[in-house]
């Protein structure tokens, strides 16, 4: 059964990851946050079978439910019509599927070389582990993020002024 | 068939990571490059989640979480400077944002 959900929300994640990126019939940044809301929350699926409950949840709350409502915010403040077709330089497309392919190539390997002494045990991400390492462990780079939080909120409110002086 | 492993979710995570990295190459809206940097830290996200979870050590999601954060953060100010852009010169195209270019 579990395997039959990983297949399910393994598949489901890489076709929504691809119309994200190349979708054949619609080139509007609309439906590509659409799809990236779908990758995300099947890739949620994928969290919850490897047991990260907390993260599941928060990947949810933070990505479906923040970044790509920013997304679409800010998509709607831009009035962006759809990417009119220009001329697509063939350099470019070679040159991409290269890298990507060797990219690929690099990755693959390295997952088919680093499997060995895993250990017999699994780790279970649920909330009240998740939060005992992060208020002992962790507390300073938690603390820290916050600040970075707040930098990042002052940033966005000095770039979003109308005169940038 | 084999059962699920390690493996095959760090080849999803892979295979994820290629699709983010052939967007932010091929497209050229601003606005669809950023979601496919975001499609490779979703990637990033699920290798850690999967080595954390068959390592049997918590600390690999831990650094999944600050690193949802981070990307939260980076998301705000980034399009912050695509919409302070927009206004300066009316497009979210890279082939007209050339200036910085020799």
Aim: glycine share 6%.
């Amino acid at each position: 059964m579990q395997d039959i959900l990983f297949y399910v929300f393994a598949l489901l994640t890489l076709l929504c990851g691809f119309l994200v990126v190349a979708n054949p019939v619609s080139r509007n940044p609309v439906t590509s946050a659409m799809f990236l809301v779908l990758t995300i929350v099947s890739m949620a699926g994928l969290f919850v079978l490897l047991h990260a409950y907390f993260l599941a949840a928060v990947q949810i709350l933070v990505y479906a439910g923040a970044v790509v409502v920013l997304f679409l915010f800010i998509i709607m403040l831009l009035d962006v019509k759809a990417e009119e077709r220009r001329k697509v330089k063939v350099f470019g497309i070679v040159t991409g599927i290269l890298s990507v392919v060797a990219v690929g190539c690099i990755l693959i390997t390295s997952i088919r070389e680093g499997m060995a002494n895993l250990p017999r045990t699994q780790a279970v991400g649920d909330t009240i582990s998740l939060g005992k390492l992060l208020f002992t462990n962790y507390v300073l780079p938690f603390e820290i993020v916050s600040v970075l939080l707040l930098v990042a909120m002052i940033g966005v409110i000095l770039l979003s002024k109308k005169e940038l002086k | 068939m084999t059962p699920v492993g390690p493996q095959h979710f760090l080849a999803v995570a892979a295979m994820l990571f290629c699709l983010g990295l052939l967007g932010v190459i091929m497209r050229r809206n601003v606005l669809v490059i950023y979601m496919s940097l975001e499609l490779m830290l979703n990637a990033a996200n699920l290798a850690l989640v999967a080595a954390s979870r068959y390592n049997d050590n918590l600390n690999g999601q831990v650094m999944v979480f600050f690193i949802i954060t981070v990307a939260a953060a980076e998301v705000a100010v980034g399009l912050a400077i695509i919409v302070a852009l927009y206004r300066k010169r009316q497009t979210a195209h890279v082939e007209d944002l050339t200036s910085l270019k020799l």
